[in-house]
């Protein structure tokens, strides 16, 4: 059943003329009788009846007719769908964000939406065990994360947005820190930590930290959710390491935030898209992304689709 015999039937069942219908549709009266004809054969009913030079509708016809006009407009409906999803005007992307790079996110968030504002954005705000879960699956389109979860991800390219350093916190009232170069000042200071569970790759590169500066951290506190430890911190219960992003989401004027020398303290916050995707929304969002945060030469890799 194609679109014209459902054209040449709904304008044939609103004028009642075939004559109408033909030059209508630019084709001869005998080549609408046909595709009437054949419109009947395939339903295995009758249509129309001529009632001496009048064309009148059978029961079955006007049965017939609304759903033809609903079929036809599902039809132009789905073809204005196709085409508005292939030019970028409509779709859905989905993203998962960690809080230390919400910042990036929000940004490159307002510049799509404002260029496609119905192209549908789904974000997830996820935990580290959740980001490493939806990365592993692929459940995503992009994602707002750091670079260690996800430079050895091959079904991943991605770009460098900014660049976060490891911090120490501890409570204004804890005796200061002299000099982050030496840290056996701190082995009597109560640590809070975060479990492996939650956050395996913040964990270990905390573990990290604390291992190559030969300090053994007095935990006495392990909490699932980073904004946890820092109230814990603010609340005089202990000392802790956090990306520095985190403070200015959650930290109080009751904590010192010092930033930890080395390399080895830097993370890299990166925006991530899947190497191979046919999604033209994340295309479009790709585009956004690289305009705000292009690539360095040294991050390039061989991109394949998305």
Not at 32 to 39: A, D, F, G, K, P
């Amino acid at each position: 059943m194609d679109n014209n015999k459902l054209e040449y039937f709904v304008s044939a069942a609103q004028s009642l003329n075939f004559s109408e219908v033909a030059r209508t549709h630019y084709i001869s009266q005998p080549a609408v009788s046909h595709q009437i004809n054949l419109l009947e054969e395939e339903l295995g009913v009758q249509l129309f009846v001529r009632v001496g030079r009048q064309l009148l509708l059978t029961s079955e016809g006007e049965l017939f007719l609304p759903h033809a006009i609903q079929i036809l407009q599902n039809m132009h409906e789905t073809v204005q769908l196709v085409q508005r999803n292939k030019q970028g005007k409509s779709g859905k992307v989905s993203i998962v964000v960690a809080n230390t790079n919400s910042a990036t996110y929000k940004k490159c968030l307002a510049m799509f939406s404002k260029r496609y504002p119905n192209i549908l954005v789904d974000t997830t705000i996820a935990l580290g065990y959740e980001q490493t879960n939806e990365i592993s699956k692929g459940n995503f389109d992009f994602c707002f994360i750091a670079e260690y979860m996800v430079a050895d991800n091959a079904s991943l390219d991605y770009t460098v947005t900014q660049q976060d350093r490891m911090c120490l916190v501890l409570p204004k009232s804890f005796p200061p820190v002299a000099d982050l170069n030496d840290f056996s000042q701190l082995e009597d200071y109560p640590f809070i930590g975060i479990s492996y569970e939650s956050s395996p790759l913040l964990k270990e590169e905390i573990q990290n930290i604390c291992r190559q500066r030969s300090y053994t951290p007095k935990v006495v506190h392990q909490y699932n959710r980073t904004e946890a430890v820092l109230w814990s911190v603010d609340a005089g219960v202990g000392i802790s390491i956090v990306p520095i992003s985190l403070i200015s989401l959650y930290a109080t004027e009751n904590i010192t935030c010092i930033p930890i020398p080395g390399d080895d303290c830097v993370v890299n916050c990166v925006a991530g898209w899947q190497r191979v995707s046919k999604n033209t929304a994340a295309l479009k969002f790709k585009e956004v992304v690289l305009e705000l945060y292009p690539k360095e030469p040294a991050n390039t890799m061989p991109a394949d689709g998305v």
